[in-house]
């Protein structure tokens, strides 16, 4: 089977089961309609949990450029007049 064909599947199954539901008074919020809006609300919950992370890897990674720059820039401070007074000494 194909994956339309199992789609199709899957939906009439959850319409039957729906329907029964409703036929029994217990509940008519079970249908295709409510389950699509609930999975794309779940992904774009997911998209936005996604982007938060990325966020702080961003936010994280610019710290941590910003400290190795630091330690760069103090390291050729300390390091610079050594070199310039071993080259005076040659």
Avoid at 4 to 20: H, I, P, S, Y
Avoid at 44 to 72: P, T
């Amino acid at each position: 089977m194909n994956t339309k064909k199992l789609m199709n599947l899957a939906l009439e199954g959850v319409d039957t089961l729906g329907f029964r539901l409703d036929s029994l008074g217990i509940t008519s919020k079970l249908n295709r309609h409510n389950i699509a809006a609930f999975l794309m609300a779940e992904q774009k919950h997911l998209e936005g949990e996604w982007d938060s992370i990325q966020a702080k890897v961003d936010r994280r990674r610019s710290q941590f450029e910003h400290i190795s720059g630091l330690i760069e820039a103090r390291a050729g401070a300390l390091i610079s007049p050594v070199v310039n007074r071993f080259r005076a000494s040659q």
